[in-house]
């Protein structure tokens, strides 16, 4: 029984990393821009052929009515699709603002089923087939990837009104009760098998990148005999649970412009410039690449003064090396967090709340990542 109790749990409250939770947010808001596109395109057209074909023949009020219930479709479809648009053009505000992002996406989801109910209870009275409805139930299954337990909520929950607003509203009792509530579980069991088949694709996705950087430090001698990567980061996790630790996330300003610029040599000897100077300052098992010209740096210690004065050397003695060919000066910045993390998933999300930090500095200097 309580294996069965912990399988349920697991399957409709699923753990995961915050950066999991944001790519999954990202890849909704995604397909809400692209849904919302064809949607609105495809609505339009159907309503002129609609009004060409049968304008002359139907009365007005058939008319006024279809352009109403297509209107409001295509009205939301544009604001699904500049308001995702506005989030796709800058990344970083989904990441910073995931609670707004997530009532966007569910409000979204939400007012499209209570269209597709009012349309459908307009398509029942007139002794027509619900298809809206289950179309956008279908799109909800295939194209956004909601928690389970939200998706659970939203679809039986419409199911169950609809159900009762036709059967009970207007008394025809067209519909088989049996074959509709099968229809409406086997909705959410797919939403909820496409959920977790989206996280374990992340997951396996984030483990090739792992080992890709892996390779790729193994390939730069200097980086990988003189810095730990993220791999050993992992390795060594459990080392900073229940420990206070400083943790700062840093990365060199405009550093894409410098690779666009002077090209990836000139960026590769910038890197291991930089990575002289942090191992300088820092012990070698303080100091991790992160990721591209990101890196980490996590002290034990509860004392951020010690850490950022530190890290004002670091950027210091960077400000003052001189690479060839590259005639602005150099800088970095870091974004610090402190904290004693009570198992590896919090020690992961401090490493986000830093990166956060970091985005949060660069914009107030007006450097670029």
Same mark, same amino acid.
């Given at each position: 029984?309580?294996?069965? *109790?912990?399988?349920?749990?697991?399957?409709?409250?699923?753990?995961?990393?915050?950066?999991?939770?944001?790519?999954?947010?990202?890849?909704?808001?995604?397909?809400?821009?692209?849904?919302?596109?064809?949607?609105?395109?495809?609505?339009?057209?159907?309503?002129? $052929?609609?009004?060409?074909?049968?304008?002359?023949?139907?009365?007005?009020? /058939?008319?006024?009515?279809?352009?109403?219930?297509?209107?409001?479709?295509?009205?939301?479809?544009?604001?699904?699709?500049?308001?995702?648009?506005?989030?796709?053009?800058?990344?970083?505000?989904?990441?910073?603002?995931?609670?707004?992002?997530?009532?966007? !996406?569910?409000?979204? $989801?939400?007012?499209? $089923?209570?269209?597709?109910? =009012?349309?459908?209870? *307009?398509?029942?009275?007139?002794?027509?087939?619900?298809?809206?409805?289950?179309?956008?139930?279908?799109?909800?299954?295939?194209?956004?990837?909601?928690?389970?337990?939200?998706?659970?909520?939203?679809?039986?929950?419409?199911?169950?009104?609809?159900?009762?607003?036709?059967?009970?509203? =207007?008394?025809?009792?067209? !519909?088989?009760?049996?074959?509709?509530?099968?229809?409406?579980?086997?909705?959410?069991?797919?939403?909820?098998?496409?959920?977790?088949?989206?996280?374990?694709?992340?997951?396996?996705?984030?483990?090739?990148?792992?080992?890709?950087?892996?390779?790729?430090? $193994?390939?730069?001698? #200097?980086? !990988?005999?003189?810095?730990?990567?993220?791999?050993?980061?992992?390795?060594?996790?459990?080392?900073?649970?229940?420990?206070? !630790?400083?943790?700062?996330?840093?990365?060199?300003?405009?550093?894409?412009?410098?690779? #666009?610029?002077?090209?990836?040599?000139?960026?590769? #000897?910038?890197?291991?410039?930089?990575? /002289?100077?942090?191992?300088?300052?820092?012990?070698?098992? +303080?100091?991790?690449?992160?990721?591209? /010209?990101?890196?980490?740096?996590?002290?034990?210690?509860? /004392?951020?003064?010690?850490?950022?004065?530190?890290?004002?050397?670091?950027?210091?003695? =960077? *400000?003052?090396?001189?690479?060839?060919?590259?005639?602005?000066?150099?800088?970095? +910045?870091?974004?610090?967090?402190?904290?004693?993390?009570?198992?590896?998933?919090?020690?992961?999300?401090?490493?986000?709340?830093? #990166?956060?930090?970091?985005?949060?500095?660069?914009?107030?200097?007006?450097?670029?990542?």
């Amino acid at each position: 029984m309580k294996k069965c *109790s912990e399988w349920i749990k697991g399957w409709f409250i699923p753990k995961m990393s915050m950066d999991t939770m944001y790519e999954i947010h990202t890849l909704n808001i995604k397909n809400i821009y692209y849904v919302s596109l064809v949607v609105g395109i495809v609505q339009i057209i159907s309503l002129l $052929i609609f009004l060409l074909m049968n304008m002359s023949k139907l009365p007005q009020s /058939d008319v006024i009515g279809a352009v109403i219930r297509v209107g409001l479709s295509v009205l939301l479809c544009i604001i699904g699709f500049i308001i995702a648009g506005r989030l796709l053009k800058n990344p970083q505000t989904i990441q910073n603002h995931l609670p707004a992002a997530k009532i966007f !996406i569910g409000g979204f $989801i939400i007012l499209l $089923i209570i269209w597709s109910m =009012f349309v459908s209870v *307009s398509n029942y009275v007139n002794h027509q087939q619900l298809l809206t409805f289950y179309t956008v139930e279908l799109i909800t299954v295939l194209f956004v990837r909601l928690h389970p337990l939200f998706t659970a909520a939203t679809i039986l929950g419409s199911y169950l009104l609809n159900y009762l607003i036709l059967n009970f509203g =207007f008394g025809q009792g067209g !519909i088989n009760p049996y074959n509709y509530m099968m229809l409406a579980a086997i909705s959410v069991a797919g939403a909820v098998t496409n959920y977790h088949l989206t996280i374990n694709y992340i997951a396996e996705k984030d483990k090739a990148n792992l080992l890709n950087e892996w390779l790729e430090l $193994i390939a730069n001698h #200097d980086s !990988i005999t003189r810095l730990q990567n993220r791999y050993a980061l992992n390795q060594r996790v459990s080392e900073y649970v229940g420990t206070d !630790i400083c943790i700062a996330m840093g990365d060199i300003n405009n550093f894409k412009g410098v690779n #666009d610029t002077y090209g990836h040599q000139v960026g590769d #000897d910038v890197l291991k410039l930089f990575s /002289d100077i942090l191992l300088d300052v820092f012990p070698k098992e +303080s100091v991790y690449r992160f990721g591209g /010209d990101e890196f980490l740096v996590v002290e034990k210690g509860d /004392d951020p003064d010690v850490l950022k004065e530190k890290l004002r050397k670091v950027n210091e003695e =960077f *400000s003052k090396v001189n690479v060839s060919g590259v005639k602005s000066g150099l800088g970095c +910045s870091f974004g610090c967090v402190t904290g004693c993390p009570k198992d590896p998933g919090e020690f992961f999300d401090y490493l986000t709340q830093a #990166d956060k930090l970091l985005y949060l500095e660069k914009e107030k200097i007006g450097a670029n990542r």
